[in-house]
């Protein structure tokens, strides 16, 4: 079973609409949990971070976390192209580890 | 602008040469990692330095060794490298331990090897 595994997409959604990211990992010790956005050729940039249960809101973006579950998702409100990339879902302490990541396509 | 900075951004070598990776970060982070990514493909964990030392090495073939100077500084020393070692290779600090961790990414070095 792999550590961190994701919804592989690709997803298409329409401007404005709401994405939905999922996520599960296996480590029922990760205490971290994080959402970076990967452009095409470029570095990921961290997104969002999660550290307890529940749902944590930054602007459009929602990240929530079950840890009963081992569940980790992001939603993206009001979608807009500039949103077009691949996410990367990743569990920290110490290792940092990645899923496989979702393309995500928003069409105008 | 990033704190964390990868040099060069590209580079191209011959399965011959000796060439080396610099990563440098102004975050005051204790922990810093290397990572390998291939196209279409997730970042790949090489190598983890937590205060200055090796703390883990994800099975990393020798002909990539590398070495942290001090808490600001990562290197990764390439040798006899392979076409296929051809890559994006990522720098990204953090602090150690297990909550507080957002790890920052640098820009990358694109790698080619011919």
């Known amino acids: ?108 | 602008d990033t704190e964390v900075t990868q040099t060069p951004k590209h580079l191209v070598m011959g399965m011959t040469n000796k060439k080396s990776l610099k990563c440098e970060q102004h975050m005051g982070h204790r922990a810093m990692y290397w990572y390998k990514q291939k196209a279409k493909k997730p970042p790949e964990l090489m190598f983890v330095y937590s205060y200055e030392k090796l703390s883990i090495n994800e099975s990393v073939p020798s002909r990539f060794s590398p070495e942290c100077p001090n808490s600001s500084l990562l290197n990764l020393h390439l040798h006899a490298l392979q076409p296929e070692d051809s890559a994006l290779y990522l720098c990204a600090s953090s602090q150690p331990g297990q909550v507080n961790t957002e790890a920052f990414f640098g820009q990358g070095t694109r790698l080619t090897v011919v």
């Not at chain 1, 570095?43 to 976390?65: H, V």
């Open chain 1, 1 to 108: 079973q792999k550590e961190v595994e994701q919804n592989s997409g690709p997803l298409s959604v329409p401007e404005g609409a709401i994405a939905s990211l999922n996520c599960t990992y296996s480590d029922r010790g990760s205490q971290s949990f994080f959402w970076y956005r990967q452009y095409s050729g470029k570095s990921p940039e961290l997104i969002m971070s999660i550290y307890s249960n529940g749902d944590k809101e930054d602007g459009r973006f929602t990240a929530q976390l079950n840890k009963a579950s081992q569940y980790v998702s992001l939603l993206i409100r009001d979608s807009q192209p500039s949103d077009s990339a691949t996410y990367l879902c990743s569990h920290g302490g110490g290792k940092l580890i990645f899923g496989q990541g979702t393309e995500l396509s928003v069409k105008p």
